[in-house]
Structure formats: structure tokens, C-alpha cells
């Protein structure tokens, strides 16, 4: 269904779309169970209805989808519309006070860009899940899968009959206080007495969790470092860890989300009230048994003003591109692009200038905005002071 075009607001930020003008973007923000303060992800993109971003021009703001909707050859670019369609980049801010569930994509490739850490939530060096363990693989090769199944089956089995020990003990408001079955039932054992029962499960869990945990590569990470995650990688972000995450949209399937409680993805055979999901550890076969290699970002131009860099993931085919531009002293930078560009700083300052006109470009803030250029821009430049950092998400045509 077309939007709405009589509506003042979209009408004057379709006209600016329509002028080149850039767009600024406000998040859509997906609440999370492991996100500070309630929220996990800041979406910047254009998906249908309410998760869309919001587009901001002055003071009009409409969903961004439905300018796309209307504009989409002047937003996105009409060799964009012809190889990928309505397709645009989903740029996304996460803040994990917990871990991640462990997953992997069937059809949905992103980046992690870490731009910094929580010293308050990291315990130690901080850390990410990316593909098997060294260990594993070399221990059962591509039966790597089969095997990390078995381990999975036995840690729902062991995780699950704790959660029923406590409830049925009548421990089911200190679970929802906790959200946590570990440590809800870890002050149950220090604070009563007649709790072996309890205490039986979580010593089967926490054997089931080492049996489970050897098959995860843990490899720890730095602010600045690049993590491409293709489809079919195992994955988890570790806590305290902020991320841009530049993907092309697509769904997640879980396989494993620790003790979180309430249960949001419920293993097979065990359902629970309320999960989202059924973990899909059916589906372990698809992924890819292997080590993943680390990856690096390529030199596209250096100056004695200027680097540019592509990050990892080799997903252009796919319709994502991203560069880090970093700025070694004060300097301007040309573009001319034939597609919707997202700019974020990362650290410093700059500023679009687009026909005489200036714009400031967001730092990359959870909860900030970002600033989407349009297609129909044409040519513009950015200029920065020295050690200012932008992250250009684009597809590329």
C-alpha cells in the first residue's frame, strides 16, 4: 500500500529527499533482556512498520520506510533498485550488558565494528564467540556439528531440569528477580538449608555448560577491531561489548542462550511460557564446521591526509559495503556516489557540506542519530579535523 503523500511532514521530507538533501535517522530501539537498561539494539534502517527507523529533516519526521517507499530510485539509487530492489543497509548500535544467544544466519551477513567497552560489565578481557573451537575441529572435523548437537541436547536437558527444581521448590518469583536460573539458584544453596536437590542440577549444569563452552572459539577483542560474521558462522557477542553492526537484514537462529530467565528461546522438548523461539539446534548442520580465520581490512587509498580502508566480509555481491574513512589531519574528502550512503563518526568531528549547505555527522551514540545521504545527492564532500573516524555503510553499485 502506497503511504500517505498528503501528510505536510512526509510531503516536505520527500521534496528534500527529492532536492538531495540528507536525511537524518533516529533509531527504532529493540528492547532486550541482555541490553542496558532494558534496551539491546538501535536500529538505523528502513524495515516495514514499526521497527522502521524514523527520518528527521528540521522538524518532519515520518517513518523511513515509506519516504523509500515513495523515493526509492532517488533514495537508494536506480542500479541499486535494479540488482537488489527496495534494499537498504541496516546499520545497527548494540550494548549487550550480557551475553549473547549463540547463533548463526541462514541468509543475513553483518559486521562488528567495536567501538568500545563497558569496564563496569567486562570481567576481565573482553571477549566474542566467532565459529568452533581449534580443539573441536581438530578432534572431530566435520562431525564438529554432530557432536556440538549432543552437547547441546545435554545442556538443555541439565538447564532445564534445574529451572523445574526450583519451581517446583517454589523458587519461580526468585527466577523472575534473578533473571538469571544460575544465580537464582547459586543464593538459594548458599542461603537455605535442604536444598540438595538443587544443588544436584546446578552441579549437572555446570558440567553440561563445560562440555558445551570447548566448542566455542573465544577470541578477545580491542576497540577498533573488525569482526566479519558471514552466514553459517557461530556467533555471540560477550558482554560490555559496543558494537556498530552494519548487516544486510535477515533473521537469526538461535542455538543456545545460556541461563537467561524468563526463557526467551525455549529448547525442543522443553517449552516454556512465553519464549520467543524454539532454539533451532536441528539446524546445527549448517553451519560451517570450521575454524574461522581472522580477517582484516584492505587499503583502498592513503595519503599523507587520508586513509581508507573496506572492512572485511566480502558482502558487496550481496549488497553491503563498508568503509572506515580516518582523517590524519585536517582535510576534506570528495565523493560522488551513484547510491544511499550511512555516515557515523566513530571518534572526532566532521561535517557534509551537500550545495553550500552544511550538515554535522552523529557520532555514534546508542540512542543518537545517524545521517543517511540519499542517492539523488550527487556529488558533496566531508571535511574533518585530524584523527576523526567515519564509518560509511553503503551498497555498491
Known sequence: MKPDTTDACFSRIVNAVLNGNPVHVRPYKEPKVWGVNGIGEYWYGAE????SSTAVVGSDTSPLYKIIENNHEEFLGKKVVARFGMQLPLVKILTPKSRLSVQFHDNKDELWIITGTDKEIVDGDPWIIIGFSQETVDLYGKAVTEYYKKALIIYGE???NLIEKMIDSGYEKLLDNKNDVELASQEVIHNKSGSSEIARALKELNTAEEGLDIFYNRQYVDTGDVVPIPSGTLHALGPGIEVVEPQIPGLSQPLEDGTTYPVRYAFPAYPQEGAIRILEIDRVSEILPEVVEKSYPEVIDETDYILIERLPGKFENKGLEVHRITFKNDTEYQLSPTSAHNLIVLEGNATLYIKDKEYNIPNAIPGGEMLIVPASS?????????????IDTFTPV
Do not use: V
Open 48 to 51: 516495514k512498520g514499526e521497527k
Open 378 to 390: 550527487g556529488s558533496y564532500k566531508i571535511q574533518a579535523c585530524k584523527s576523526t573516524q567515519i
Open 158 to 160: 541439565a538447564l532445564n
